[in-house]
C-alpha cells in the first residue's frame, strides 16, 4: 500500500525540479538555466513565433553533474497575434502600445529591444520615465504604452513587450508582442 501512494503521490505533483515557463503563440520565450556550483553558464533556449505544437517537456543539463526540466506551455491568446509593424518619423515622438495576457495582468511588464542575438530592457511598468522613453499601463484594457520622444535613427528595430520571471534555477522571458520599428525622415 506505501508504494501505491508514494507513486500516486508522483504522479499528482509530477517530476521534482520541473518549471513551467510561459508562451504565446506567435510570441517568444528565451530560457535560461541557473545552477548554484556552476552558476550562470550561458546555457539558454530561445524560441521564436510559438506555435501550439511547441510546447512540452525541455531538459538542460550537464550528463552527470545537474540538469533542469521546464514544460513549455504555448498557450492561444487574442493579444498575442504576432509581428506588427509601426513607422516613426525623426524628431517626432511615437507611441508603441502592447496589449498583453490576462495571466500577466499583475506582473511588471517590459519593453526590450532586439540587439544581435539578445535582446535588452529599455523601461519596464515599475518605471515611468527612462530617457526619451515613457510608459504607462491600463490594466482594465490590458494595455501598455511606450512613448518615444525626439526618435532617433537608432531607435529603429525590433522591440518585444514581454514578461521577466525567476526561481532559483530557471529564468525565462515571455515575450508577448513583437514591434518592428522603421523610423523614416521628414518629408
Known sequence: MKIFLIFTFFLISGPVGCFDVIGYTGGTVSIYFYHQQYGQNGTYFFYRNLSLQDSGSYQCGETGGWSHDV????????????????????????????????????????LYKQDGDYITKVITTTESQRNRFSISEDRSFKVISVRISDVRE?????????????????HYYSLFSEIQLQVNGLF
Do not use: H, Q
Open 154 to 170: 537608432d531607435d529603429g528595430g525590433v522591440y518585444y513587450c514581454g514578461m521577466w520571471n525567476e526561481s532559483d534555477s530557471v
Open 71 to 110: 514544460e513549455l506551455k504555448v498557450k492561444r491568446d487574442p493579444c498575442c497575434s504576432g509581428p506588427s509593424a509601426v513607422t516613426g518619423f525623426l524628431g517626432e515622438s511615437l507611441t508603441i502600445n502592447c496589449s498583453y495576457p490576462e495571466e500577466f495582468k499583475t506582473d511588471t511588464k517590459y
